[in-house]
């Protein structure tokens, strides 16, 4: 069983390296075979945005090109390969970069040109070879000068498990968590919710089954009115391929994605080819199937088979039958989910010379509770992605023949006896609770009911077995204090604190843990019109004030720095303030805020780097990248404010749904005294639950179809706040324009002194189609409307 490491951690996450898990889990029975990094070692490459391509002057196989990487100015790569255009965006490997093999990117020239970097292909930074000849392109959203190991999410590793034939539960990721859970004690948490996805439209397609000793549950449903040309996200695709599967369409993909989640085969045929009912029988002698692969097999009676009225279609529990395959045309879809006996699929794939992952787990043994659960996580994904109306279930299970689930006495005796070391009992009962049992306590110990999907539990050994595994057979000789693990649960829709604080900390910030207690004047200075509480028996006079902002200790922290000739100060803090209000118990309103100060040169001391100070941009894009961590960046404005703390020309308010959620600019100059600092500080404060809160982003799929771009050039008076004419721009409803871009911003020669001109560029594109030049100028002749009528802005 292959699977992605980071795949796992989303169902259970113990504080353990990649090391670490991987011994543990083959401590517990569960050999590693392999570990293998999903990248080759690399540091300093990020996303690329080709600007130009020029042909080189003296080679004719090379090319001049200007890359955007995210770093103020462009800088000018020489590349050989064949699919670099502009506007693409590409892995580029920056001066100062170390590829795998300890290969260095230094600054060079290539017949006479200088080249300032490197564009990679896959197999260059360790990827597994894309089948591209050149570089490895990106999607068109990628953003510019992000790091490619946490776009691509490299920093993962492919884990292969050995699993003894026993361990059946195990052949997927929920059951790999559920004893990563088990012996870590880390939190289990299921990455999804489970939906009832069955509609109120009947399914019309008739099921028979004629051998319910070997095939006890089978459910089915039709799916309709789905967008055939959906394709399966990049996230899915990323995570079949670290678990040993190729993607081959959205369909196979879904099924495949839910046999390495949760462990249950499923098949998928084109409804508009099955003829008649479909039928679960055993095959006649000589019938013959054309599987997936194209291989023709004659089939015996003693094989199980998915039949409809022209024949065999499927091999039951090991492939389906090219005749009924889904393909690209495929409008009507009809799903089945299928619990097999291990008896009735053992030894049929080596019958017909086919392993398949479907055939491996079947005969090894199948949760005959999990079919409805993997059926409805199955339609979940793909309405997600590609739509459709789902059918009502078709269900037949024979209760009969379904697996008995065991019971068996565990005696506390016996554990003793068998491993040498006592065990309390709570931890007898919390190892088979995390593992999935149920125990009922009693006299002699305990009755232990074993899950549906542990087929290897029969006697009370297999009992003893499972406590000296996950107890560990390394402890057995000891007696140590265990304490169980406890790791907070992080909703999907909420960003963790120490996320935030890290992406500070890369930008070069430190964190710093403040005083709540202020000193009065300086609190009254810095935040005048908020109320604030007075301790009644303060520390010192100078912390008697409770602070209502957290900008007075960043800068007693930031002058303390200075006055140690530290130059260059970069300090964040996350911690409470308090506002006065009578009406709380408490005698204030305690609000976590988020804040940071700058001062000093905007890059550590350098012979390749600029000397210039930090400005309000600077700020402005640490901000943003807190902003975007939570996917909240969208929908932010940034407002002209007059904050008494801030300049009143470099200052802004963050506003969301109409709501001020932090402020940011330079610290007032009049302040800059009275504060204790020098220089020309930048400031910003945040709410936490603002940056806490995140959009929980979904997959899109992305356009085949050509990217048009128009740039124009709006002349407004210069008062106007550029934010405003991009709102009036978006103002222009439409589904092909996809983003609004300003990349030039001009005063000078041909424009009057009350004016500026904004040039903004236009990303034009259809989802399903290529864009007629009349819906364009359409599109344009709209927006230069709505840009008059709203800002007075004349295109120049």
């Known amino acids: 069983m292959k699977f992605s490491e980071n795949w796992l951690r989303e169902w259970t996450n113990p504080n353990w390296d990649t090391n670490t898990l991987s011994e543990e889990l083959s401590l517990a029975g569960l050999e590693v075979d392999d570990v293998e990094p999903v990248a080759g070692q690399f540091t300093n490459v990020v996303v690329g945005h080709v600007l130009s391509v020029e042909k080189h002057p003296d080679a004719d196989k090379l090319n001049v090109t200007q890359v955007d990487v995210g770093d103020e100015e462009p800088v000018q790569i020489v590349c050989g390969a064949k699919n670099v255009v502009a506007g693409m965006k590409a892995c580029c490997a920056k001066v100062g970069a170390v590829l795998p093999g300890d290969f260095k990117i ?48 490299l920093n993962d590793s492919s884990i292969d498990v050995d699993l003894t034939p026993n361990r059946a539960d195990c052949f997927s990721v929920l059951g790999l968590a559920r004893d990563v859970h088990a012996i870590s004690g880390a939190q289990f948490t299921q990455p999804f919710e489970d939906k009832d996805m069955a509609g109120t439209v009947a399914c019309t397609q008739k099921v028979v089954v004629s051998e319910p000793q070997a095939c006890p549950k089978y459910l089915g449903c039709m799916v309709t009115n789905f967008d055939n040309n959906a394709k399966t996200p990049a996230w899915m695709v990323q995570k079949l391929q670290r678990s040993g ?139 997600e992605i590609a739509g459709g109306v789902v059918s009502t279930f078709t269900s037949i299970i024979s209760e009969d023949n379904l697996p008995e689930i065991a019971k068996i006495q565990l005696r506390r005796e016996t554990i003793a006896n068998r491993l040498g070391v006592e065990v309390a009992d709570k931890q007898v009962e919390q190892i088979f609770t995390g593992l999935g049992f149920t125990i009922e306590v009693n006299d002699s110990g305990w009755l232990v009911t074993a899950p549906s999907f542990r087929f290897d539990m029969a006697i009370e050994m297999d009992l003893i077995e499972e406590i000296g595994r996950v107890y560990g057979y390394n402890n ?33 910030y430190n964190e710093v843990v403040t005083y709540s207690f202020v000193a009065e004047d300086k609190q009254q200075a810095i935040a005048p019109d908020l109320p604030h509480v007075l301790l009644k028996n303060p520390i010192s006079d100078d912390m008697k004030a409770m602070r209502t902002t957290l900008f007075p200790g960043l800068l007693q922290t930031m002058g303390y720095n200075q006055n140690r000739q530290q130059s260059r100060v970069r300090l964040f803090e996350a911690g409470l303030v308090f506002y006065k ?31 210039r100070n930090v400005d309000f941009y600077d700020l402005k894009g640490d901000v943003e990248n807190l902003l975007s961590m939570s996917h909240q960046l969208d929908n932010v404005r940034f407002e002209a404010c007059n904050n008494p703390a801030l300049h009143p020309g470099q200052s802004a308010s963050l506003i969301k749904e109409g ?129 008059k009528k709203s800002v007075n802005a004349e295109l120049r």
């Not at 265990?482 to 500070?504: F, G, H, I, Y």
């Not at 978006?730 to 092909?736: G, L, N």
Request: hydrophobic residues 40%; contains cysteine.
């Open 106 to 153: 230094k600054k060079a020239k290539l017949r006479g040109v200088p080249s300032h970097g490197m564009l990679c292909g896959a197999t260059e930074i360790g990827l597994p070879d894309d089948g591209v000849d050149g570089l490895h392109v990106l999607p068109t959203d990628a953003p510019i000068g992000m790091d490619i190991r946490e776009y691509l999410d």
């Open 245 to 383: 599967l190729r993607s081959l369409s959205l369909v196979v993909d879904i099924t495949n994605y839910v046999l390495l989640e949760l462990g249950q085969p499923m098949h998928a045929f084109d409804l508009d080819k099955l003829k008649g009912d479909v039928q679960v029988r055993m095959a006649k002698a000589g019938e013959q199937l054309t599987t997936l692969d194209e291989k023709e097999i004659t089939l015996a009676d003693n094989t199980l088979v998915i039949a409809d009225d022209n024949g065999a279609i499927a091999l039951a529990g090991i492939m389906g039958g090219l005749s009924t395959s889904v393909t690209d045309s495929t409008s009507q879809i009809f799903f089945e989910c299928a619990h097999f006996s291990r008896l009735a699929i053992t030894g049929k794939a080596r019958q017909y010379g086919l392993h398949t992952d479907s055939s491996m787990r079947f005969e090894r043994g199948v949760d005959p509770m999990l079919p409805e659960r993997a059926l409805n996580r199955a339609l979940q994904l793909f309405t």
């Open 476 to 508: 057995l000789p000891e007696t140590p204090v265990m304490a169980p693990m406890t790791l907070n649960e992080l909703d999907e829709s909420e960003q963790s604190l120490s996320a935030l604080k890290n992406a500070l900390v890369q930008r070069g």
């Open 581 to 611: 209000n009578e009406q709380d118990p408490t005698g204030a309103t305690q609000i976590p805020m988020f804040a940071g100060a700058v001062v000093g040169s905007a890059h550590k001391s350098g012979w390749d780097m600029d000397s």
């Open 659 to 787: 709501q001020e959620i932090g402020v940011m600019g330079q610290l007032h100059p009049q302040l800059v005294k009275t504060m204790g600092v020098s220089g020309t500080v930048y400031m910003f404060q945040i709410r936490q639950d603002a940056l806490m809160t995140m959009n929980v982003p979904s997959a899109l799929p992305i356009s085949k179809f050509p990217e048009t771009q128009r740039d124009l050039a709006f002349v407004v008076e210069e008062s106007l706040p550029v934010q405003k004419l991009i709102d009036a721009v978006t103002a222009v409803q439409s589904d092909i324009l996809q983003s609004v871009e300003i990349f030039d911003i001009y005063r000078g020669q041909g424009i009057e002194a009350t004016q500026k001109s904004v040039a903004i560029a236009l990303k034009i594109q259809h989802q399903e189609r290529t864009l007629q030049d009349e819906e364009v100028e359409s599109l344009v002749n709209e927006i230069l409307a709505s840009a």
